[in-house]
């Protein structure tokens, strides 16, 4: 593998061997010193164009976990401010010497782009509306985990908010389809994509009438600036319609469990604490994620001699 | 002088087909028959000798953005795509909506020699939508088409004035078709596709509205309207119904709509990036059933030169555009299931007509007519290289195609500005 920009493009061999090699970065992790050899002297530089708490420092633990050196993209401080294009920036990052660039942008596309113009391997940490395979791939390993089923035949996912503009939500439609899961999704017609015909889900506008047959419920954060566009009359007509409250955990099955992939909205979309959840799987989320960032920079940076590798990571 | 004469090719022109050789001297044909004798004597056998074609929308980009294009390398790329006069978009930077910019841009034609350039005159202030332009200066200054081209008038009393004033000055008004509240941020043609991509999506129905708020308003007023780049089988549905009843529409679509669909954008290639957007299949099937029947009266190629750096950009931020000038013939013989004689109308006669040019462009080639020609190969093939694109600027989508068509000579009022493929000047 010499990228990772979308679930699509990894396929279903790719999802299933990331979630497997995740599991040996897991281990690592549990060890008194968690960290391994196995990328030294491999350069991660990370190309942040958002804002990213969680996304950024899990990729730069993950690869300082295995060893390798990182560099860090500010925005503010680069030369993009002086009116350099992203096609200088990249080339000249690249011309120092790197292995991996993980970018996150606003716009749909760049991680393509960016593989354009450079000969290093390109991770998609969130492009627009449109990827973020490695949150895919947390909240697949999550489930796994939680449920201890390798793949998702027989479950249904319902994920709850505005689709239409959620990368997270276009991820996991993929991957979760593809381990087997029947997605519902659930939104007002106005945060759904133009035409989902094609996807591999269900669709309502209705939550109380899918929860009693949802066994793991995702919400989605909902901005405050849909409001402004329209998609929504206001926040508290959207809390009633779709926030996640007591009654409606209630009317969950007893094994169901919850996820959100942050930053949560308290009071918009989650009305109840979390952690007042006994089945709630949002601090698993975040705490696979170096694990699975790990699998991924591991694969795509020794993929050559995985097997040999694989060793050096074992032991 | 010089006796020029194109020897042994296919004349089409709006009488039809026939074979015959053609003298030119002093800039007009002097003669058209068999056995014509001349000293320069051009072997056009097996090519089509047609009047010039002529653009309805082209981009030149002078003045403002002369990175791009400038009105000479813009009419040099037209020359070698066998056109002979160009409609210069007033997008430009001053815009074409005063005189001094209008005179600028001719005369900057002029200058460059290699074909007409026509400008047209916004029709309105700025192109900002809000008051109109000085229609009457621009129409004493030999406009005769007027647009916002890039965006639409959104405001509907404003359009009703301009089509009401513009009635009494005998000129076309080219509506840009674009609701713009519908396609805030837009980048590609709302679909499955843009659905998947996560892009914000350019709804047809934003183009057909305003289609269809034009034609009532022509309905109403009387006045000329031609419908810019046309990009929707609803919107062909909305013209053919218009011409139907008689109204006084006519309407264009460019090459790329009828080529290249909405599934190009999964590449994330900014240069399948253009507006409006490309379409579904089955749009395109339907624009070129317009284009078959009559209901679409021309090929325009829109040509948006845009310069590397700016399409270079996120696919949000990226300009639109696409060039169109060197390939259209390629692209229309490629994609249509068309007579010459009909490919003619749409690409010279019927664009030189709604341009107000029809009497020395688009004519029958008879003894008189200034001699604006373009002699082609029909059955030629070439492969598209960008670096030798005569355009300023690269951001062709056609990139290492095989055209068929092949333009041999181009001829601007008796003078070969393409000679041989090779543009003379």
Known sequence: MKHLRSIDELGSDGLLRLLDLTNHMVEVNRRPVPKVPALRGRTVVSLFFEDSTRTRLSFETAAKRLSADTMTFSVSTSSVNKGESLRDTVETITDMGVDAFVVRHKSTGIPWQISDWTTASVVNAGDGWHQHPTQALVDCFTVREALGKERFDGLTITIVGDIKHSRVARSNVAAFSMLGANVVLVAPPTLLPPDVSHWPVEVSYRLDDVLARTDILYMLRLQSERMSQGHVPNLR????????????????????????????????????????????????QVANGVSVRMAVLFDLLAGESTAANLQQVAT | MTRIVLQGGTIVDSRGEYDGDVAIENGRVVEVGENLRGDDVIDATGCIVAPGFVDLHAHLREPGKEEAETIETGSRAGAKGGYTALVAMPNTDPPQDSVAVIDFVREQGKRAGLVEVVPSGCITLGRRGEALAPMAELAAAGVRIFTDDGSGVQDELLMRRAMEYGKGLGITLAQHCEVASLTKGAVMNECQCCTSLGLPGWPSIAEELMV????????????????????????????????????PVTAEVTPHHLSLDETRLTTFDTVYKVNPPLRSPRDIAALRAGVLDGTIDALATDHAPHPRRDKELALDQAPPGMLGLETALGVALGVLQIDVAHLVRVMSINPARIAGIEDRHGRDIEPGAPANLVVFDPHATWQVVPEALASKSRNTPYVGMTMRGRVRHTLFNGAFTVRDGEAQR
């Not at chain 1, 319609?241 to 009317?251: E, F, I, N, S």
């Not at chain 1, 169901?256 to 992939?261: L, Q, R």
């Not at chain 2, 034009?214 to 218009?242: C, M, P, Q, Y």
């Open chain 1, 237 to 284: 007509e959207y809390a009633e319609t779709y926030g996640l409250d007591a009654l409606r955990v209630a009317k969950l099955p007893p094994h169901a469990v919850i996820m959100h992939p942050g930053p949560m909205n308290r009071g918009v979309e989650m009305l109840i604490d979390p952690s007042a959840l006994p089945n709630s799987l949002i601090h698993k």
């Open chain 2, 212 to 247: 269809y708020r034009d034609i009532e308003l022509a309905r109403l007023t009387g006045a000329r309207v031609h419908f810019l780049h046309l990009s929707t089988a609803r919107s062909v549905e909305l013209v053919r119904a218009a011409k139907h009843d008689g109204l």
